[in-house]
Every structure is written in structure tokens, then in C-alpha cells.
């Protein structure tokens, strides 16, 4: 194994800057992550303006507008949901009895399925 | 059943007679009397064999530990997905085994089951196909609706570095250190990739420490949130996330993918994984892949892990002065990590308008046990307020800190490989 340090004869100071380079790095990732992160939405509103304007739709670009919390897209969902699945089909309020006629067979005869009482 | 288990009383009764007489035959054999016969040179064998023979007092300890291991996780449903397997790999790891040359039996043993089990640690495949699964599972949405967030899960890596200086200090080498100190980052996977590439021997002890201390959250971190949290801080409401698109969520894995690899490449390993299984989720094109990954997959590294792990955790390497060195830096670490993160949230509000205060406590959840430490969080919030739901800002620390300590884990790989 080769080290970037000397395992064996390391100071103090190597120790400190390892330390300090390292939990520096850490933030530097997660700084950066966020810096486009907070660049994203951003980039996403301004193709979605071009789109709407495109579509001769009117745009209302304040803050406001734009943030959409979670939970209102949840109680949106589950309302719509609940919405579509409690639909049933049209159905014409009539209520009938259709008869059906059967031919006989043994096998779905009544007689063979119930028990034949005893009687004098 | 009773003939049987009298017949086995009686042979077992046979056997503790003859035992005693067993160990003189096997002494007169070893000293050239073949007068002894076949029987007991067969028994002294056996014997000699036998668990009993080769039994060690520390042994005993290690089992023991094992057994506790297990009954935490039974009883008092401590991480028992983890523990379980890593107490049962304790007990298997130190049962005493005969010194015989070209044994394949121990884990150590080259062409043992156990051996080619271990491979997978030792070389740090099941701790990246473990990130591949938590990518696979977990929902970066909390995060990408406030990225700010994501300071805290870096400021809770202070854990991590904090360690390292302590275990210098403490006399290990320093390459030993750089694989004790990711115990502060609370992440079992990442512990065991670092010290498999960085400090083999001690692999067993920091595992052990880290699944430990991530088993604990729920006892280590209330006490360290109510001494540094207001009450009036505790109470803070935070703005409920915003709605992520879809694109937003496919973008992630791939910018944090292509960003946190070209500044970090030590962490390629963990992170790769860690982002195509997220990227699996997202995409919604790969759903059976993705369920794959975030069940049966994980499910069958992390039986192989846990009972691989403590297999390797024998009495000779684990019972030493270093074994508790560990244990008192990791414990030290995950305080310094848990005060870093709620410290932290602290200083940002000193920056941040009255609507967009951050609720201090979720700086806890910067450490990276999830969904543990999110968890407590929630706990503690309800105790201060029973409505504030604070479970989805903490997650957005909470995982935001899993890449943070893997970043931090291939620095040292990085410095020290």
C-alpha cells in the first residue's frame, strides 16, 4: 500500500490538514450539489415560460405561483383518486328480472343437492 | 422419542467414562505405544477435534456476546435485521476449531464456504451492493425541495474528522485511523468499506462498533438534542417541501452521480451504486430492477454482510486494548456528529428569515443512520409539539449525510491508498 503521508514519520500538522481538507471537501460536494440544485428549478420554470408562451398562454411568474407544497399535490392526488375510483358506470335506473331459461341436466339438479326428507 | 432418548443417555454416560481413560491413550500413542488399538486412537482423534479440546475462555466471551447481540435485537428490536446476523456470525466465528494444517473450515481457512462468503467484504463488494439497494429505496424529493438542507448532513461529517484526530491521538496508525473515523459518519456500509481497504485487521471491531452505535440512536441522540435545543427552538415549524418533478428527480442521481465522483473518486464505489439505484427508481422505466434491488437484493448482501462481518470477528483480534479504543471513539464521535449537526442548524437560523427558520433538531438527522436518526427526530419534535411533523425535513439531512460520509470515506481512501 503506498500513502500520500508518511505512515511512519507523520507530523501533527499532516493530521490537522487531512482533517481540515477532508471536512472542507465534504461541504464542497454538498455546497455544490445545492448550488444546482437551487439552479434547476430555476432552469426547469424558465423552459416551461417558453413553452406557455409558445401556447399564447398567460404566465404569472411570481414566487408564490411557483412553490407548490408537497402536500397540496397530495391532497390533490388523493381527492382525484378518490374521484375516479367512486365513479361507476352510466346505467339506465331500471331495475329488472331477466329470466333465464335452462335446459335440465342432472348435474346442476336441485334434487341431488338437497337432502330428501322422509315423509309417510 | 423416549427409547431414543434413552439410548443417547446411556452412549453419551459411555462416552464421559470413557473419556478420562481416552486422554491417557492418546498420550501413549503420542509417546509410541501403539498398544492402544484402532478405537482409541480413533476417539483421541475425534477428541482432539472437537470443539472442547480447542476451547479458549475468550472464546466464550465472544459467543456470549453474540448471544447478547441476539437478544437485543429479539427483545428489544435493536436493528434486528443487523444485529441478528452479525451475533449469529459471532457465535460461528469463534467456535473452537482444531489447529490442523489445510483445514477448510474457518473463515480465515483459504477454500472454506466462509472464506469465499467473506470475499465480498474483504474486497468491499457487499458494502457497494448495500448502497446500491438504499439508492434504490430511498426518496431524495425531501432534498431536492430544500437543498439547503444539505449543510447540515455536511456539517454532522465533523463526527468523522473529529475521530480521526482522536484515534491518532490515541496511538493507532494513522491509515487505522482514517478507517476508525468513519464510525462518526454513523454508516455501517461505508465503516466497513473504509477499513476493509484501509485497516483489515480491524474491520471486526469498527463494524461491530459502527452497527452498534447505529442500533443506538434512539439512546444516544435524544439527550445531546435536548441540552442544545431550545424549547422554543424545538417548536419551530418549517415550511412543508415543495413539489418535485419528475425530471428534477431523474437529474439528481445523474448530476450528483457525475459531481461527487469527479471531486471524490474514492467514493465512486459507494456513491456509483448509491446513484444508479436511484436512478432505477426515478426513471420509472426499471421498476422491476429497482424492486429487485431495494428487496430481495439487499435482503441477501445484508444476510452475508451481517453474518460474514461477525464470523470475522474472532476473540484473538476482537478482545484487545483497541477493540476498546473503538468502542469509545465511535461513542465519543457520534455525540461530536449529532451536537455538529444540531449546532449547525443553530448558526443557520441566525442567517434566515423568520418564515424560513429550520427547526434545530433536525440537525441530528446529518448523521447518516437512516432512517433511524430521521426517525428520532420526529419523536422529539412531537414530544415538544404533537403536530409538528418535522420526519420529511429531517430526511433530506438524513441522506444528504449518507453522502456526505461516503465523500468523507473516499477522502481517506484517497490520502491514504
Known amino acids: 500500500m503506498t500513502f500520500l503521508i508518511d505512515i511512519e514519520n507523520w507530523n501533527w500538522a499532516d493530521i490537522y490538514v487531512i482533517a481540515g481538507v477532508g471536512y472542507s471537501v465534504v461541504f464542497l460536494v454538498l455546497v455544490l450539489l445545492i448550488l444546482v440544485y437551487k439552479l434547476i428549478p430555476k432552469i426547469l420554470n424558465i423552459r416551461i415560460k417558453k413553452r406557455l408562451k409558445k401556447e399564447g398562454k398567460e404566465i404569472d411568474s411570481t414566487a408564490s405561483e411557483q412553490y407548490v407544497a408537497g402536500e397540496v399535490n397530495a391532497a390533490i392526488a388523493t381527492a382525484l383518486m378518490l374521484y375516479f375510483n367512486e365513479q361507476h358506470d352510466e346505467e339506465s335506473n331500471i331495475i329488472t328480472i331477466k329470466r333465464v331459461a335452462r335446459t335440465y341436466s342432472p348435474w346442476s339438479s336441485k334434487i341431488y343437492g338437497v337432502r330428501n326428507v322422509l315423509s309417510r | 422419542m423416549k427409547k431414543f432418548a434413552a439410548i443417547y443417555t446411556i452412549l453419551g454416560l459411555l462416552f464421559m467414562l470413557i473419556l478420562p481413560t481416552m486422554n491417557l491413550e492418546a498420550q501413549s500413542i503420542a509417546q509410541g505405544d501403539q498398544s492402544g488399538g484402532a478405537f482409541f486412537s480413533g476417539m483421541a482423534k475425534f477428541w482432539e477435534n472437537s470443539g472442547f479440546y480447542n476451547f479458549e475462555f475468550r472464546q466464550l466471551l465472544m459467543i456470549v456476546i453474540g448471544l447478547v447481540l441476539i437478544h437485543l435485537a429479539i427483545k428489544f428490536k435493536y436493528e434486528p435485521l443487523l444485529l441478528v446476523p452479525i451475533g449469529t456470525g459471532l457465535i460461528i466465528g469463534n467456535i473452537p476449531l482444531p489447529a490442523t494444517e489445510g483445514a477448510t473450515i474457518g473463515i480465515n481457512d483459504e477454500g472454506s464456504v466462509l472464506y469465499y462468503l467473506y470475499f465480498g467484504v474483504k474486497e468491499g463488494i457487499y458494502p457497494s451492493l448495500i448502497f446500491l439497494g438504499i439508492g434504490a429505496m430511498t426518496d431524495f424529493s425531501s432534498l431536492i425541495s430544500n437543498p439547503r438542507l444539505m449543510l447540515l448532513g455536511a456539517a454532522a461529517q465533523i463526527g468523522i474528522f473529529a475521530t480521526f484526530i482522536g484515534a491518532v491521538a490515541l496511538g493507532f496508525a494513522v491509515n487505522e485511523a482514517g478507517a476508525i473515523a468513519i464510525i462518526g459518519g454513523a454508516d455501517g456500509p461505508t465503516a466497513i468499506f473504509a477499513s476493509s481497504n484501509l485497516a ?46 419528475k425530471l428534477e428527480k431523474i437529474l439528481f442521481p445523474l448530476i450528483g452521480l457525475l459531481l461527487t465522483a469527479f471531486i471524490s473518486p474514492g467514493s465512486l464505489p459507494l456513491l456509483g451504486m448509491l446513484f444508479f439505484g436511484n436512478l432505477l427508481k426515478e426513471s420509472g422505466v ?13 435482503d441477501i448482501v445484508t444476510i452475508l454482510l451481517g453474518l460474514t462481518v461477525g464470523a470475522s470477528t474472532s476473540a484473538a483480534l476482537f478482545l484487545s486494548i483497541s477493540s476498546i479504543k473503538i468502542f469509545l471513539l465511535g461513542a465519543i464521535s457520534f455525540a461530536i456528529a449529532t451536537a455538529g449537526g444540531v449546532l449547525f442548524a443553530k448558526a443557520m437560523n441566525l442567517f434566515l428569515k423568520k418564515g424560513d427558520k429550520v427547526n434545530p433538531l433536525i440537525g441530528a438527522a446529518g448523521v ?13 419534535g412531537l414530544k415538544s409539539d404533537p403536530n409538528n411533523h418535522l420526519l420529511m425535513h429531517a430526511m433530506a439531512p438524513n441522506v444528504s449525510g449518507v453522502i456526505g460520509s461516503a465523500v468523507a470515506a473516499g477522502i481517506m481512501l484517497s490520502f491514504f491508498m
Open chain 2, 200 to 245: 483489515p485487521h480491524l474491520l471486526g471491531s469498527i463494524a461491530i462498533a459502527a452497527y452498534s452505535y447505529m442500533a443506538l440512536v434512539p439512546v444516544i441522540q435524544p439527550p445531546i438534542m435536548r441540552l442544545l435545543v431550545s424549547k422554543k427552538e424545538r417548536v419551530i415549524r418549517m415550511k412543508p417541501p415543495r413539489a418535485v418533478s
Open chain 2, 286 to 298: 426499471t421498476n422491476r430492477l429497482a424492486e429487485t434491488a431495494r428487496t430481495s437484493m439487499v
Open chain 2, 368 to 380: 447518516s443512520a437512516v432512517p433511524a436518526s430521521a426517525r428520532v427526530v420526529q419523536l422529539e
